[in-house]
């Protein structure tokens, strides 16, 4: 019996290695990197969205300050595990096109890169935020049956995922200015081995609580809009229930 586990263990670790070569994808270092931010956005917006949802469904007609602070710091957490999945090294971790952006105009990453990861950053967040909306399909059907006349009104549950304009028009410009301006520049200094070197898990709680300040402290104006790829992916994921689809892309919510 010894001898029979011995050789199913090696047939059984040689049958693993054979597969792991087989599927070894060091060889494409851009594939890689690629897939990283794919999985890494769509795990953030699965978690980010499903804060939102959780404390707009639990609390109906009731807007606390408690609801701020979960969202907020889920949010967080939820940077930080996207980034635990997507950092394999320092062409990925980004999960955001504004942040592609940036690292490509000040070269940090190749200009190549910026179309590729950006769609896959986008397709993520469609595949997190479809994810989380079938999860919670049935309590988004009571929330909407409590609040809006009892039927399922597309235009008024995507308070639970989407932006949601408060003031302006150009309030709101100078608030997603100010807002992505102080997430991509400390960001930048985070990441920066010339100023702090700051360790790679370090760094993931740093970004993490700098997500969660924002978000507590700016978001009453406009939302959480400081990453276009999640606000998008939840549109498109939210157009497909809504017969005018064309109005999660243009339209504010009053």
Request: hydrophobic share 45%; charged share 10%; proline share 3%.
């Amino acid at each position: 019996m010894p001898n029979n586990e011995s050789v199913y263990q090696i047939r059984y670790n040689a049958f693993i290695k054979q597969l792991t070569n087989h599927f070894d994808l060091t060889k494409w270092p851009f594939l890689c990197n690629c897939l990283s931010e794919f999985f890494g956005t769509t795990i953030f917006i699965l978690f980010g969205s499903g804060v939102m949802i959780q404390s707009g469904v639990s609390s109906i007609k009731n807007r606390t300050i408690e609801q701020f602070i979960s969202i907020s710091s889920g949010w967080g957490i939820a940077k930080i595990i996207g980034l635990l999945i997507s950092d394999i090294n320092d062409h990925s971790g980004l999960m955001d096109p504004t942040i592609t952006l940036i690292y490509c105009l000040i070269g940090k990453l190749p200009l190549r890169y910026l179309m590729p990861f950006s769609i896959i950053q986008l397709a993520g967040s469609i595949l997190g935020s479809s994810i989380i909306i079938c999860a919670y399909w049935e309590n988004i059907q009571i929330y909407a049956k409590h609040s809006s006349t009892e039927k399922l009104d597309m235009n008024f549950i995507g308070a639970l995922l989407l932006t949601m304009p408060n003031v302006s028009h150009q309030l709101c410009l100078v608030d997603y200015i100010l807002s992505n301006t102080l997430y991509t520049c400390v960001i930048l200094i985070i990441r920066d081995k010339n100023i702090y070197n700051i360790p790679n898990e370090l760094q993931l709680i740093y970004i993490g609580l700098l997500v969660t300040g924002i978000i507590g402290s700016l978001s009453l104006n406009i939302g959480i809009a400081i990453n276009p790829a999640r606000d998008l992916g939840v549109r498109i994921v939210l157009s497909l229930f809504e017969s005018s689809s064309l109005s999660y892309f243009i339209q504010f919510y009053d």
